[in-house]
């Protein structure tokens, strides 16, 4: 099958004798084969250790599971530096996390968990931090500093937790360039492998938010909630 | 600078030491050739293993006594001992930070059964329990703002020679994203970096990264390794792939059943004993499924979610109503650096800690659940002592002098002919391993691999790369992953023929017994030289 891959100023085409594989088999195949200069990234081929993101044909995927197909255009992840071909660099993306204070704030002992408070934010801590959702964001293209969706989703999953002894600040922490800034556009949540939707722990975390009493600072700040003719805007 | 900490590799081992040091006073930087949360360790589905008694009734002295008795007499049992009576403080710290464990109805963290377990001991969280305890220790590294240097590939440990011992005083690195050999001077330096499953190549279930690249370097740099022989076969691994199917499947009840549907094996022996009898079955020209059907789609998507996506991706089934296609693929390496109770090597200053270390509790099999376990207990070891080892030398040794030596030796790998494709090679060198330096080994044919090995390493400098370049040539560093596990693959092959005996995870046919002459750990160093240690 052909398979178009960015490379550093064009897209170059690859005939590969495979099929009914994954894009991760195709990549493996013209790096061992055909041309060893191929650069991008991969690990644990079984969707775990988010190396592998890429975009095909558009949209955001994890090459290891991906079942490549003739035709198909594969190019790096978006909102990111490129470092060679397919292999960008996360640096900017994952210090969003220490920006959103994405982790438990104290160590805490003995807190009973249900069943139930487990369940709460499983999903969400199965995140593999691969980047797609980050890629497919289009606040980036209006704010660089968004705290971004798998940031926010990883603030929800401590917010949410039992054994978080302070949530307060850390929704204090993300009024600025964090939860009001999402457009719940929804782009994140179709391309999470993991079936993690960001735009739903931002939604969470907004009604949240208003229970410490904030609120959508571009909501009302001209008009009430309303539009210039006086309609409701929302 | 004193008080500074370097941790090599960003798994749970390493996230463990660097967060322990940093508690312990260290200035702490941590050196990863990806980014954290793309190790190995994500990869552990099963559990890790505490008695909590929280199913069953257990005890720590079972979990020693059934750890003992899979080492086969291989492990030191004062080290069993310390891992399994820390293995309660172990899960407590980790739900203290935060780890999303699956909990019981009463609301305790959920335990489930293993192979070679006496009882219900392996604490998980899904079948993500490896994932979610290495990106839960990462966000811990995130709140106490430990440093990281990302997407640096390991090159060499830095020596000091000068006093009557040899201390490390630096490691150069070289810089993915640049191409630039980078120096980084610390009297203490923690090497975290995982084990040698890939040189069985594709036929193994581990990420492409456990290149053994730390255990290469700190042999070449005068530490010795032990025990390198005695690899695990996770025995259900998918047949075209080598993607690992937890254990925790046949924990639930799965079977495992040859062409015939005929059950052949008891699925919760130790996997060394499972292992062989799945590949008797092979020999014989049966092919081998895991059959989990009857537990049913409910069970299978709330307990085993990740195995179902991946039977069905890799080998396009429904294990709800199929049976899964395995075979066993090469999983752990229970060798290592040899390391002393403090996690010490026998260079000054250079500590090893996790699956690229040797802690002496696994000896010839590791029980599943043992080692997210080992990482935690040993990772505390190891960032205390490289801490407190930190704070009290002076050591204060200029490395500069060694760029302009490491890049040279760069620059010779580069000007290698590249007539001979070595990822072809590196292929060769997997399949000729599963065949020969598996699961059954005979002496005959593990000295022509290592007739073979040899001649492979001569033929290096026909290799090398056809990518000259420097920004992020993964050619380049690709070839120095298969030069690593070429110079280990001799190594294994030296200690897998003198070790004239059966046991654990080293079977040999032509002598099937094990022997009590070789009671003993076999100590070896970068030139081959084989001794035996107690």
Redesign the interface.
């Known amino acids: 099958m052909k398979i178009s891959i960015k490379r550093e100023d064009s897209h170059e085409i690859y005939d590969v004798p495979l099929q009914d594989v994954t894009l991760l088999e195709i990549l493996n195949e013209i790096k061992n084969k055909i041309d060893a200069t191929l650069a991008y990234s991969s690990g644990c081929r079984s969707s775990v250790c988010g190396s592998c993101a890429v975009r095909v044909n558009g949209k955001e995927v994890l090459a290891c599971s991906y079942k490549a197909e003739d035709g198909d255009v594969v190019e790096p992840l978006l909102n990111v530096p490129i470092e060679r071909d397919l292999v960008v660099n996360m640096d900017k993306a994952y210090g969003f996390n220490s920006k959103a204070k994405a982790y438990q704030s104290t160590i805490v002992q003995n807190i009973k968990l249900s069943d139930e408070d487990e369940k709460r934010n499983a999903l969400q801590s199965d995140c593999i931090l691969c980047s797609a959702c980050y890629s497919a964001c289009p606040v980036y293209a209006v704010n660089k500093e968004f705290l971004g969706p798998f940031s926010l989703t990883r603030v929800w999953r401590y917010v949410s937790d039992k054994r978080e002894e302070n949530p307060k600040d850390k929704i204090d922490n993300i009024q600025m360039d964090g939860v009001w800034d999402c457009t719940l556009c929804n782009a994140c949540t179709l391309v999470c492998p993991q079936g993690i939707s960001s735009k739903a722990d931002i939604e969470k975390l907004r009604a949240r938010s208003v229970m410490f009493g904030y609120s959508d600072p571009s909501f009302g700040s001209f008009d009430g909630g309303f539009g210039f003719d006086g309609s409701p805007s929302f | 600078m004193k008080n500074r900490v370097i941790v090599i590799g960003s798994g749970g081992a390493g996230l463990v030491a660097a967060l322990s040091a940093h508690e312990s006073g260290a200035k702490v930087t941590i050196i990863t050739k990806?980014?954290?949360?793309?190790?190995?360790t994500?990869?552990a589905q099963g559990g890790i293993n505490a008695a909590l008694s929280n199913v069953d009734e257990d005890s720590a002295e079972l979990h020693i006594q059934n750890t003992l008795k899979s080492a086969r007499s291989l492990a030191n049992e004062d080290a069993v001992r310390f891992l399994c009576n820390s293995a309660k403080g172990a899960i407590?710290w980790l739900d203290?930070?935060?780890v999303?464990?699956?909990?019981?109805?009463d609301?305790k963290i959920a335990q489930r059964k293993l192979g070679g377990a006496s009882a219900t001991r392996a604490c998980y969280?899904?079948d993500?329990t490896g994932?979610?305890i290495l990106?839960?220790l990462y966000?811990?590294c995130?709140?106490l703002?430990i440093e990281f240097l990302?997407e640096r590939y390991l090159l060499e440990f830095i020596t000091d020679e000068s006093s009557n011992k040899k201390s490390i005083c630096g490691v150069s690195v070289l810089n993915?994203?640049s191409g630039e050999v980078e120096l980084i001077q610390s009297n203490s330096v923690i090497v975290a970096t995982g084990g040698y499953s890939r040189v069985f190549h594709n036929y193994s279930t581990n990420?492409?990264?456990s290149s053994g690249d730390g255990i290469a370097a700190a042999l070449r740099a005068g530490a010795v390794a032990s025990d390198l022989e005695f690899i695990q076969f996770h025995p259900t691994s998918l047949r075209g792939?080598s993607?690992?199917i937890s254990e925790s499947a046949r924990g639930a009840g799965g079977y495992l059943l040859n062409s015939k549907g005929e059950r052949f094996i008891n699925e919760l022996a130790p996997r060394d004993e499972v292992s062989r009898a799945i590949h008797d079955e092979i020999l014989k020209g049966e092919s081998i499924f895991l059959d989990i059907r009857h537990l049913g789609s409910e069970f299978i998507e709330k307990e085993l979610p990740?195995e179902a996506?991946?039977a069905k991706?890799y080998e396009n089934i429904d294990p709800s109503l199929e049976l899964i296609p395995i075979k066993p693929a090469a999983h752990y390496t229970m060798g290592g650096l040899d390391v002393d109770e403090k996690t010490s090597t026998n260079i000054q200053g250079l500590f090893a800690v996790g699956e690229c270390a040797n802690h002496r509790v696994h000896g010839a099999n590791r029980l599943g659940g043992n080692s997210l376990l080992e990482l935690v207990v040993f990772g505390r070891v190891a960032g205390e002592s490289a801490a407190k080892f930190a704070c009290e030398q002076d050591l204060d040794i200029d490395i500069k002098r060694y760029k302009n030596l490491h890049e040279e030796n760069l620059e010779q790998i580069k000007s290698y002919t590249n007539e001979i494709?070595f990822?072809?090679k590196y292929?060769e060198l997997g399949e000729m391993f599963y065949k020969d330096v598996g699961i059954k080994r005979d002496k005959k044919t593990l000295l022509c691999t290592l007739e073979n090995v040899k001649e492979m390493k001569k033929a290096l400098k026909n290799m090398g790369?056809?990518?000259k370049?420097n920004?992020?040539?993964?050619?380049l560093i690709e070839f120095l992953e298969f030069k690593n596990m070429l110079f280990l693959s001799e190594l294994i092959l030296l200690c897998a023929i003198q070790r004239d005996e059966s046991r654990g995870a080293h079977f040999r046919v032509d002598t099937q017994e094990s022997k009590t002459a070789f009671d003993a750990h076999t100590i070896i160093d970068k030139d081959g030289v084989i001794s035996y240690e107690n």
């Not at chain 2, 999303?100 to 109805?105: A, E, G, M």
């Not at chain 2, 920004?471 to 050619?475: A, F, R």
């Open positions: 990806e980014y954290p949360t793309r190790s190995q994500c990869m407590e203290s930070i935060g999303p464990f699956s909990r019981t109805k609301g969280a899904q993500y994932l979610k990106h839960t966000d811990r995130t709140a703002g990302n993915k994203r990420s492409i990264s792939s993607i690992l990740q996506k991946l991706l494709n990822y072809e292929s790369v056809s990518d370049g920004i992020y040539n993964s050619n």
